[in-house]
């Protein structure tokens, strides 16, 4: 079956969620995912019962409303959606104008919704006042209102009853992690945190995300983080401290977009990194064997050694 994914959003990491959700161990009580974005890896932890409770977060507070939409109210909104879908025929510009405009009025989730079905990159976008100033993509028209109905109703399926949705700094929601959970983490890119970055409402300081990564390991708590990667011979990421003594993973995350506009073959590599408590718990060379990870060199030999 396939893995539900209502919400179009740059950054996803629905192409690697399964191989990431092999990495979790058995009897998982929570998945936390401290910035959930798209939620890809707890929809895919949730469709094959690999966790029974799930934490969501976020920052972006619009975000974290159009989850609780699709998980409390899947009908309506996707009602909502195919009556915006249907409205826009013929005059998709100005009524995309009008919804952005809208929607930085009073950051409905049904408006945000729409936004990301239809402009560029699924990606979000704010100016330095907080709007959104993302444009459309005149090519798209958007999911189909059936198939966003399905994604929605199987995503909701998945959620209800068994879901936490907040919208706080991911500083804030690590406190309640406890070894019985799985935390899944996945920041905005290195190369923009520290800085303002306009996909984001807010960012992370590699300084204080390796000392909330140290607590962690203190705490005993499992986690996974997705962090860099490389496209052909190009890293990108600052390193992660050796000091933390993270497993590295790497997976093969598909020819990169850029690399095929330009005609070249590049496929990128991205990494996982996964924390003592976690690999105390997993037999990671069965992992490495039987799900298409590659160690980056020496791995499998540190493994075993
Ligand atoms: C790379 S995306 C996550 C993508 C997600 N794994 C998925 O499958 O869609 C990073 C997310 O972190 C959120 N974010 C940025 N800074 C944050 C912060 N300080 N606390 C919590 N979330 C934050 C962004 O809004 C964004 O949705």
């Known amino acids: 079956m396939r893995v539900p994914h209502p919400i179009p959003y740059q950054g996803s990491k629905r ?37 029974q409770h799930f934490v969501l977060n976020d920052a972006n507070a619009p975000l974290m409303q159009l989850w609780h939409e699709i998980v409390e109210r899947p009908q309506d909104l ?15 510009r100005d009524y995309y104008e009008a919804v952005r405009a809208d929607f930085n009025q009073d950051h409905a989730a049904h408006d945000l919704l729409y936004l990301l079905a239809r402009c560029v990159k699924a990606a979000v976008r704010y100016n330095t006042s907080g709007a959104f100033n993302q444009s459309p993509d005149h090519r798209r028209k958007g999911t189909h209102p059936h198939r966003m109905a399905q994604q929605i109703l199987a995503a909701s399926r998945l959620l209800k ?3 936490t949705l907040t919208a ?13 959970d799985l935390v899944y983490l996945d920041p905005p890119y290195q190369g923009v945190c520290g800085q303002r970055d306009p996909r984001y ?16 390991n203190n705490r005993e708590i499992s986690y996974i983080v997705s962090y860099d990667g490389r496209t052909g011979g190009k890293s990108f990421g600052r ?35 996964l924390s003592p408590a ?5 037999d ?22």
């Open 239 to 273: 390193p992660l401290p050796e000091c933390l003594h993270l497993i590295q993973l790497e997976i093969d995350a598909g020819r990169s977009s850029q690399a095929t506009l330009l005609g070249r073959a590049s496929r990128t590599v991205e990494s996982l990194y």
């Open 15 to 51: 192409t690697l969620a399964r191989s990431i959700v092999a990495c979790f161990p058995a009897g998982v009580e929570r998945v936390i995912e401290p910035f959930a974005g798209s939620a890809a890896v707890s929809l895919a932890a949730a469709q094959c019962s690999a966790a």
């Open 78 to 92: 996707a009602r909502r959606y195919e009556q915006m879908w249907l409205e826009q025929q013929g005059r998709e």
């Open 168 to 180: 706080l700094d991911y500083r804030e929601l690590l406190p309640q992690a406890t070894p019985r």
């Open 201 to 216: 409402i807010q960012g992370v300081t590699f300084d204080a995300f390796v000392q909330i990564l140290h607590d962690l």
């Open 284 to 305: 990671l060379e069965h992992i490495i064997i039987n799900h298409g990870f590659a160690g980056p060199t020496g791995t499998l030999a540190n493994i075993r050694g």
């Open 278 to 282: 976690l690999c105390r718990q997993i």
């Open 161 to 163: 009853d068994r879901v």
